[in-house]
Nanobody, 117 residues
Framework: QVQLQESGPGLVKPSQTLSLTCTVSGASITMTYSAASWIRQPPGKGLEWMGAIAYDGSTYYSPSLKSRTSISRDTSKNQFSLQLSSVTPEDTAVYYC?????????WGQGTQVTVSS
């Protein structure tokens, strides 16, 4: 059974860096053709894809967030992480991790991150 769990601070101050980690169990994030993504949903808005890291370590980012986003992984822990720099209150959202193996797609439960002083 595949499970994803987000972890990280729920409150971040403006101008700081938001850091979240997704711990994956039940499948390896290095399995061929897998991809692990971060997606967020601001209050009252739709889902926004932020970026992804593929099984081979290649990273892909949303053009609108690319300058502030970094996605990395720790294969020994089967985890992948998100860093979003220079946050503003507009970055307040529920942040989800997502992983896909072939046609199978799994989501974490989501974690609320609020940007406020």
């Amino acid at each position: 059974q595949v499970q994803l769990q987000e972890s990280g601070p729920g409150l971040v101050k403006p101008s700081q860096t938001l850091s979240l980690t997704c711990t994956v169990s039940g499948a390896s994030i290095t399995m061929t053709y897998s991809a692990a993504s971060w997606i967020r949903q601001p209050p009252g808005k739709g889902l926004e894809w932020m970026g992804a890291i593929a099984y081979d370590g290649s990273t892909y980012y949303s053009p609108s967030l690319k300058s502030r986003t970094s996605i990395s992984r720790d294969t020994s822990k089967n985890q992948f992480s998100l860093q979003l720099s220079s946050v503003t209150p507009e970055d307040t959202a529920v942040y989800y991790c997502n992983a896909q193996w072939g046609e199978s797609n799994y989501w974490g439960q989501g974690t609320q991150v609020t940007v406020s002083s």
